[in-house]
């Protein structure tokens, strides 16, 4: 067979290779290496990766919309916002504000919403303060706004009592003030018995 490739001057030249059906030019002076070959590769790697790729985003997509590792990333997601909202509310510390900057201070803590964090801190401090005498049966009906009762720590003690009276609550409680601890008395007003 390769005598039938060798001319007469002994240089190669080409022939027709040829199998059923289909006929495949190549030069004999060629490695034996044709550029559509590699194409024909290059194509079928590029739509493999191709595959690939859109198998990916098949998968990750349906593991994305799984209900049950929805549920799992709500929960994480819930966990960790309310270990930052803890952590938020832990580190408030109470500074007093003189009454020139108490404006200026509330809205700028309302843009920054460090205002709802220092409401749920005092909130938080509402485990600290019990407030059993407010919470009693017999002084329910000295609670006007029944949401708002005092701390037990803070709450006014009725001194000299009238003859026959013998309740020392009122829904009122010591404030501190800028100088003086219990310099003022917060109370919700009038109250119809």
Same mark, same amino acid.
């Given at each position: 067979?390769?005598?039938?490739?060798?001319?007469?001057?002994?240089?190669?030249?080409?022939?027709?290779?040829?199998?059923?059906?289909?006929?495949?030019?190549?030069?004999?002076?060629?490695?034996?290496?044709?550029?559509?070959?590699?194409?024909?590769?290059?194509?079928?790697?590029?739509?493999?990766?191709?595959?690939?790729?859109?198998?990916?985003?098949?998968?990750?997509?349906?593991?994305?919309?799984?209900?049950?590792?929805?549920?799992?990333?709500? /929960?994480?997601?819930?966990?960790? @916002?309310?270990?930052?909202?803890?952590? #938020?509310?832990?580190?408030?510390? %109470? +500074?007093? *504000?003189?009454?020139?900057?108490?404006?200026?201070?509330?809205?700028?803590?309302?843009?920054?919403?460090?205002?709802?964090?220092?409401?749920?801190?005092?909130?938080?401090?509402? /485990?600290?303060?019990?407030?059993? @005498?407010?919470?009693?049966?017999?002084? #329910?009906?000295?609670?006007?706004? %029944? +949401?708002? *009762?005092?701390?037990?720590?803070?709450?006014?003690?009725?001194?000299?009592?009238?003859?026959?009276?013998?309740?020392?609550?009122?829904?009122?409680?010591?404030?501190?003030?800028?100088?003086?601890?219990?310099?003022?008395?917060?109370?919700?007003?009038?109250?119809?018995?």
């Amino acid at each position: 067979m390769t005598n039938d490739i060798v001319e007469q001057n002994g240089s190669l030249g080409s022939k027709q290779n040829t199998f059923p059906n289909i006929t495949v030019p190549y030069a004999a002076d060629d490695v034996g290496f044709d550029m559509n070959y590699l194409y024909w590769i290059f194509l079928c790697i590029l739509m493999t990766i191709f595959g690939l790729c859109l198998a990916s985003c098949k998968y990750l997509r349906d593991q994305y919309h799984n209900p049950e590792l929805k549920r799992k990333r709500k /929960e994480k997601y819930e966990v960790e @916002t309310r270990a930052k909202e803890e952590k #938020a509310v832990l580190s408030v510390t %109470p +500074e007093p *504000i003189p009454s020139y900057r108490f404006l200026h201070t509330l809205y700028k803590k309302k843009s920054d919403k460090q205002l709802n964090i220092e409401v749920r801190a005092i909130v938080h401090n509402q /485990e600290e303060f019990p407030c059993t @005498t407010a919470l009693l049966p017999r002084n #329910a009906a000295n609670n006007n706004k %029944p +949401e708002i *009762i005092t701390y037990d720590h803070s709450r006014v003690i009725l001194r000299d009592m009238p003859p026959g009276y013998n309740n020392d609550y009122i829904n009122a409680s010591f404030i501190d003030g800028y100088t003086l601890t219990k310099e003022y008395i917060a109370t919700q007003g009038e109250c119809i018995y």
